[in-house]
């Protein structure tokens, strides 16, 4: 009311200036130069003044030029119709200059206001894009939001159920987030708050950060001024929290690019280093094997001690070379998954008979016998692992079966799942020792006079796990082990 | 007949010592070199009839070697590699190296396979000739295939396979030369192609095909005929 009082106060005091000024010279301006002054202030109110002021003005001039110069004058009436007709029309004109005026002045605020959001926006975007931490952009942010909204800004994140304040840009008054509605807010990622259609009568906004896949968090905006409540779009402040969420998105991008290349760096290192180690293992290795299985072709038939010894030689050079590889595969598969292998499509037929002919190659009076079920599909595999591994499964199975009998090698398909099985005829596995077994550097029995690391099944186990597959140790109903490396049959995706 | 000579080329003196050791008690004239270019400076002014390669030398790659020595001469060239450069070895196969050997190796398994490259550098130019390998025998010159004394039908793909393989009997072909031999030079990737002739190979040659006698896999490289 007290808005109107001063509307038609102003309006009165500058329609009564305009007339007084008009009087002395009414006669001379005539009804048309009347009208048109009148119009002129009304123009001007509508301008530099509210739209009311200017509709009372309009009104204002519309009597006043009724009452003082139309005749007859000093009185409401009108003698003709002329006059009345002139009177009617300088009101409609009046009205519409007012309302055309101040439909011009809304549109021109409401452009300048676009832009100052478009700039608003770019301006953060160009300062967050400069940062490189995320607590940095949430920082920023809040602060450039605070000072452009003229609000209160507060992140608060939800961790395991627990929402915590992580960020509020007026820490020493106290602020009571709403649970629920910072809950709701995350569960349906969707804002609250005014104009979003979700808890309207709040005083604040409350909007998902969606860009931190991890990181569950919101954005309360709590204007200072309610009445920004109703006059900030919310399409503006949206717009300043999507700039917010795409610094953090680039980041992320930025981070994750960081680790895929840290990474490949390390693994060529890893290789590099695996290689040479492999290189530097070798070559005394095979100065050693190469030297003694010269002076064993050498040695007379008849010097039993000495072909003894020089097989020996051979036989643990040629140990420590497999344990060496060993290690470095069972690096490489632990350090690198995946990626590590080289797998291509491999005959089970033709991987069974590499392994047959190594392991003849390396235990002369190696008892084995193969059982191959027909027709077996085609594994995606690294070959070079899988044999590596049912090696170590034969050389397992020939270390702790004192029986003699032989070892059977088999494989077969049962539903999607290979099974390459080594069977002997010993002691079997001990009570509740499959997992410890399997673990490196584990043996059956510690201290045992059996040559190796125990890095066999470890690598087995590996070798079987990066594939997709498992190993599986279990006793044999009729007596003795059985290990049985299980592989997928399809593995459809290379990568 | 006269000793054949060999250029060992190999940078670890251990090693070296062994194989020459090896390979002179077994009547051959052996000469070695540790690097890539005294190799070369050594082929100006002689003509060994066989070269052993060390991969791992220390003036520059092994391949560079055989890269040049192939663009003059089919001297047999003998690779010896860790097991851990599969890649390399097929390389060098595919750059024209005879064989490869991986370490460690033993005096027996080194003196088979020089004896090998030499037998197949000396027949080289006889082609019609009879392979026989177990009770496997392939006549090349009459295409025909016996088994104990049966003749086996092979199909065309097979017989290619098995040909080429008994052509180079001991040596290693790499699964890229079957490939571009029997499918076509654009087919050198579809490994599986080979190792499905190869299966049906087995089942129609070995007696237990899981336990190959003839047709022996070098994991990651290719394929050989085993010796007599």
């Given amino acids: 009311m007290k808005q109107h009082g001063y509307a038609l106060l102003l309006s009165t005091f500058l329609v009564g200036v305009v007339t007084l000024a008009l009087m002395p010279i009414h006669a001379t301006l005539g009804s048309s130069g009347l009208a048109m002054s009148y119009l002129m202030l009304v123009l001007v ?101 605070a000072r452009v909204l003229d609000a209160r800004i507060i992140l608060a994140q939800r961790k395991q159920g627990e929402v915590t304040v992580v960020m509020d840009t007026e820490a020493s008054t106290p602020f009571t987030i709403d649970l629920m509605a910072t809950h709701w807010c995350l569960d349906e990622q969707q804002a609250i708050g005014p104009d979003t259609g979700n808890w309207e009568s709040f005083d604040y906004w409350c909007i998902p950060l969606q860009a931190l896949e991890q990181v569950q968090m919101v954005i309360f905006i709590c204007p200072k001024q309610l009445q920004a409540l109703q006059t900030t779009p919310l399409s503006f402040i949206r717009g300043l929290v999507d700039q917010v969420n795409l610094a953090l998105e680039l980041l992320v991008a930025r981070e994750q690019e960081r680790l895929a290349l840290s990474l490949a760096e390390r693994e060529s290192v890893q290789n590099a280093l695996l290689a040479s180690l492999s290189h530097d293992f070798r070559t005394p290795l095979t100065a050693i094997v190469g030297a003694a299985s010269h002076l064993l072709a050498q040695t007379a038939e008849q010097d039993t001690n000495h072909r003894q010894l020089l097989t020996m030689i051979t036989e643990e050079a040629t140990q420590m070379v497999d344990d060496a590889d060993n290690i ?27 392994v047959v002919s190594r392991c003849r190659h390396r235990h002369a009076q190696l ?61 079997g596995l001990p009570q509740d020792k499959q997992a410890f077994l399997k673990s490196k550097f584990s043996r059956g029995q510690t201290e045992s006079a059996q040559p190796g690391f125990g890095l066999g099944l470890a690598i087995c186990d590996a070798v079987a796990h990066v594939h997709g597959g498992k190993l599986v140790l279990e006793n044999a109903t009729d007596g003795g082990l059985v290990a049985t490396l299980m592989l997928p049959v399809s593995i459809v995706t290379e990568a | 007949m006269t000793r054949q000579r060999i250029l060992v080329v190999e940078d670890d003196q251990a090693i070296r010592l062994f194989i020459e050791s090896a390979l002179k008690s077994a009547g051959y004239l052996v ?198």
């Fill in chain 1, 328 to 354: 470095l595969a069972l690096t490489r598969v632990e350090t690198q998954g995946k990626s590590a292998l080289s797998a291509d499509w491999q005959s089970v037929e033709e991987l069974i008979g590499i």
């Fill in chain 1, 45 to 145: 109110v509508s301008i530099y003044a509210r739209y009311r002021t200017a509709l009372m003005t309009g009104v204002l001039s519309f009597l006043a030029l009724n009452f003082f110069f139309v005749a007859p004058r000093y009185t409401f009436q009108v003698d003709s119709v002329n006059a009345l007709l002139e009177l009617v029309v300088f009101l409609a004109v009046a009205m519409t200059t007012a309302s055309l005026t101040a439909k011009l002045k809304t549109q021109t605020f409401q452009a300048e206001q676009a832009k100052m959001h478009v700039q608003s926006a770019q301006a953060l975007a160009q300062e967050l894009l400069k940062l490189t931490h995320t607590d940095a952009v949430l920082a920023r942010a809040s602060g450039v939001m």
């Fill in chain 1, 367 to 427: 008892k084995l016998v193969t059982q191959v079920a027909p027709s077996l599909p085609f594994i995606w595999v690294d070959a070079r692992l899988v044999i590596q591994a049912l090696i170590n499964l034969v050389d397992n199975a020939l270390k702790f079966d004192a029986s003699g009998s032989a070892i059977i090698l088999s494989a077969e398909q049962r539903a999607q799942w290979l099974w390459l099985s080594v069977r002997d005829h010993g002691e």
């Fill in chain 2, 31 to 228: 000469d070695s070199c540790t690097t890539v270019a005294t190799a070369c400076a050594y082929m100006q002014a002689q003509r060994p009839a066989l070269l052993l390669l060390d991969l791992g030398l220390p003036d520059a790659d092994g391949r560079t070697l055989i890269t040049h020595l192939r663009s003059r001469s089919d001297m047999p060239i003998l690779v010896l590699s860790a097991r851990s450069q599969e890649g390399d070895i097929v390389s060098c196969l595919d750059l024209g190296a005879d064989d490869y050997l991986v370490k460690p190796v033993g005096v027996a398994e080194l003196l088979a396979r020089v004896r090998v490259a030499l037998r197949h550098a000396l027949v080289m130019a006889q082609r019609d000739q009879v392979v026989s390998v177990g009770e496997l025998v392939i006549d090349l010159h009459k295409g025909l295939v016996l088994l104990a004394g049966v003749p086996v039908h092979l199909t065309p793909k097979e017989y290619a396979l098995l040909s080429i393989l008994a052509q180079a009997q001991g040596q290693v072909i790499t699964q890229r030369k079957l490939l571009a031999q029997v499918w076509g030079s654009e087919f050198v990737d579809y490994g599986h192609y080979v190792r499905v002739q190869m299966g049906n190979l087995r089942a129609k040659l070995e007696r237990v095909a899981a336990e190959p006698r003839y047709i022996l896999t070098e994991p990651g490289v290719g394929y050989r005929l085993a010796e007599s």
